[in-house]
């Protein structure tokens, strides 16, 4: 991969982490609201969200992970 390939998907994971923690605060204090509990909703969502964030990011950087470990793997053999 190139500099701007990683570049863009590394902002890319930036932009995914926080929206889903604040579509979780959100959804958390709708439902609050909704529902007329004020903190436990919103302490749901931000887990959910946090979770969710983490879960994504696992996934988003595998590929790269993988991408340098085939790399690694490509020049470890020239030496030999």
């Known amino acids: 991969m190139d500099f701007w ?3 863009l ?4 994971i930036g ?6 923690v604040v579509i979780g605060i959100v959804g958390g204090l709708w439902l609050d609201r ?3 509990t004020l903190p436990l ?7 959910l969200g946090t979770v969710a964030a983490f879960y994504g990011v696992y ?3 595998q590929p ?5 470990d085939t790399k690694g793997d490509q020049s ?3 030496k030999t």
């Open 5 to 7: 390939a990683i570049a």
């Open 9 to 12: 998907r590394l902002a890319g």
């Open 15 to 20: 932009w995914y982490v926080a929206l889903c």
């Open 34 to 36: 909704l529902a007329g």
């Open 41 to 47: 909703f919103t302490i749901l969502g931000v887990l």
């Open 59 to 61: 996934k988003l950087v």
């Open 64 to 68: 790269l992970m993988q991408a340098m």
């Open 76 to 78: 470890d053999e020239g």
